[in-house]
Every structure is written in structure tokens, then in C-alpha cells.
């Protein structure tokens, strides 16, 4: 079943000056703010994701190719989404993930992985966990 959420964000003023809009999760010029979210039986998935979040994480071809590796990992306090570069190493992709969009972390988290050398064109998809 396909959902439609018509999602009206009224930014507030922040003592700074600006508008602190809660879309973007920053203080920035715009005045307000409206998205539209399209979603099958599951959290919004273009919605801003938040701290404490669960991601389910998935890299194509990173362990053989055809067989992707797949994880769900908790956004930390300070907005970071950590796991393992590969399973079982204490090497991890770190990521900013609150206030943005599973796309925009998608993007960040290939770039991670080309930064260190590992897939040049990573196929990530992130999804909010249900």
C-alpha cells in the first residue's frame, strides 16, 4: 500500500536571528517549508532522520560480488552513524546522519567507502528500520 504524507514544517524564529527550519534541521533563509513524502508500510523514508534513529544499512558487492552486506545501525547522540568498514574489523564508516535524508547518507556513506580505498562505486541503500 503506497502512503502519501503531506508534511507542512512551520519554522521557528531563533533567537540568533534567522529561521531555524525543522525540515533542514539548521537555521537557514528559508521562510518555510513543505515536503512531500511518498512511502510503502514503513517510517517516511525522505523525512530528516533523527538521533537515535535505527538504519538498516545495505552495500552491494561488498563482500563478493552478489552478495551485499547488510546491517541496522543506531544514529548516536551526537547525529554519527557508525558500523564496521566489513564485518568484524575495527575499522568503521562514520557518518552524519541526523537531520538528513536516507539518500544524503546513502551518498556519504559510498564516499566513505571510495575516501578508503574499498569500492570505488558503492551501491548503498539506507532505509529507517521498521
Known sequence: MLHLYLVTL???FSLAGGVHCQHHQQTCGETACTAFILDED?????????????????????????????????????????????????????????????KDVEQSIAKAYKDANVLNNATVTVTKAK
Open 10 to 12: 512551520i519554522p521557528v
Open 42 to 102: 514503513g517510517p517516511p523514508q525522505s523525512a530528516a532522520i533523527a538521533i537515535h534513529e535505527k538504519l538498516s544499512v545495505e552495500v552491494a558487492d561488498l563482500l563478493e560480488p552478489g552478495k551485499p552486506m547488510k546491517i541496522t545501525a543506531e544514529v548516536d547522540k551526537e547525529g554519527d552513524l557508525s558500523f564496521p568498514i566489513v564485518p568484524g574489523s575495527k575499522t568503521l564508516i562514520k557518518v552524519k546522519a541526523a537531520g538528513k535524508t536516507c
